[in-house]
């Protein structure tokens, strides 16, 4: 048994052998900024001041050796091997919402594109899950793993949970889903998870960046803005390689005529000849960069592929002055292959 305590608030808690440094700072009540936990999406780094860590088991573009040598660790997987001393950001807002283990019902199955699948499923009747737009949860398969997906609807409109899945070959759950799920089939989930979601307490304006099925969450969070009556000025950058990448894009135009504080920008960035593309081509956090370079009165929240994540959590940061604890950000990540891991 460790003693782990966060320099800023001076919060402490206890981490039991072979527990990580998240698992014991949640059952705590202590919420620090996490979202796949397992390694692969870096939202839990965090440096370690005093003490020593096993570092675990994780992607090695997510904690280079050179960031291990200047103390920084993944809290979602670094084991303390002493008592601790981190830096870590704490978050407000979800340390008080209870995560369940439930059991629901497949209710519909839509594909708006040929691979992707819109999900929507019902919780028993005297059963509601209590969330933050934006967070996740995770589908617990029959053999016991776990698959993590962000929930797409926001807390107001929770008849159904619904859930964004692209077809990914190999992937045990999205196979399933394109291949044999039916209407009224029965799955489990635990949640909700994760530190992503839409900091009410600023009136900064905000910059959405989603790639793909990011879409998900950051639907959720500006469902939500809507439906709170929030009037900070909202610009969402919604990537995808094909225009039909953007599967949802007529909702999103919708939007930009209901709410005049909120407009979008579909960019793609590798449209064929016959998608007769005319609008934004290049990566999608360049097209950020390119309109606002100067995003140091900002808000900013990205969900997608890590890679884009990543590149947008850079470029905000050093070329457009972001204050780096505003930037917001779930990566989707596949499960980690153990002969691809460092340690």
């Known amino acids: 048994m460790f003693r782990v305590t966060i320099q800023k608030s001076g919060h402490n ?37 005093e003490g020593r860590v096993d570092y ?18 993944l809290f979602c997987c670094a084991k303390p091997l002493t008592d601790l001393l981190i ?11 209870p995560v369940k283990k439930l059991p629901c019902r497949v209710q519909s199955i ?47 409109a929770d008849d159904y949970i619904e859930l964004h899945v692209r077809n990914m070959k190999g992937g045990a759950f999205t196979e399933y889903v394109f291949n044999s799920m039916k209407e009224k089939d029965i799955l489990r989930f635990e949640g909700p998870m ?50 039909a990448d953007l599967y949802l894009y007529p909702l999103a135009e919708q939007w930009a005529r209901d709410h005049p504080n909120f407009r979008v920008v579909p960019v793609v ?13 290049g990566f999608v956090h360049e097209a950020v960069v390119a309109d606002f370079p100067d995003l140091s009165g900002y808000q900013a929240y990205a969900c997608g592929a890590p890679i884009v994540v990543e590149s947008a959590h850079r470029d905000f940061t050093t070329k457009c002055g972001l204050p780096d604890d505003e930037f917001f950000s779930d990566a989707f990540t596949p499960s980690i292959d153990p002969s691809k891991v460092t340690s």
């Not at 675990?56 to 660790?73: C, N, R, S, V």
């Not at 900091?199 to 990011?214: I, N, Q, Y």
């Not at 960035?269 to 081509?281: L, M, N, V």
């Open 13 to 49: 808690f206890d981490v039991a052998d072979g527990e990580t440094v998240l698992t014991s700072a949640l059952a705590a009540g202590y919420t620090i900024p996490y979202g796949c936990r397992n390694g692969a999406c870096g939202s839990c780094k965090g440096k370690v001041l």
């Open 87 to 97: 830096d870590a950001r704490e978050v407000g807002g979800v340390g008080e919402i």
């Open 269 to 281: 960035s590798d449209a064929e000849p016959e998608d007769a593309w005319t609008g934004r081509t």
């Open 110 to 156: 839509e594909k708006p594109a040929p691979d992707v699948a819109i999900i929507k499923l019902k919780l028993p009747a005297n059963e509601r899950l209590q969330f933050l737009a934006g967070q996740y949860l995770e589908i617990i398969m029959r053999d016991g793993k776990r698959r993590a997906y962000s929930m797409g609807n926001p807390p107001h």
């Open 56 to 73: 675990g088991a994780h992607q090695p573009y997510t904690l280079t050796d050179g960031e291990k040598q200047a103390g920084f660790a």
């Open 194 to 243: 994760g530190t992503f979601f839409l900091r009410e307490d600023s009136d900064k304006p905000m910059v959405l960046v989603a790639s793909g099925t990011g879409f998900a969450p950051i639907k959720a969070i500006l469902e939500h803005a809507f439906h709170a009556g929030v009037q900070r000025p909202m610009v969402l950058y919604w990537g995808g390689r094909r225009p």
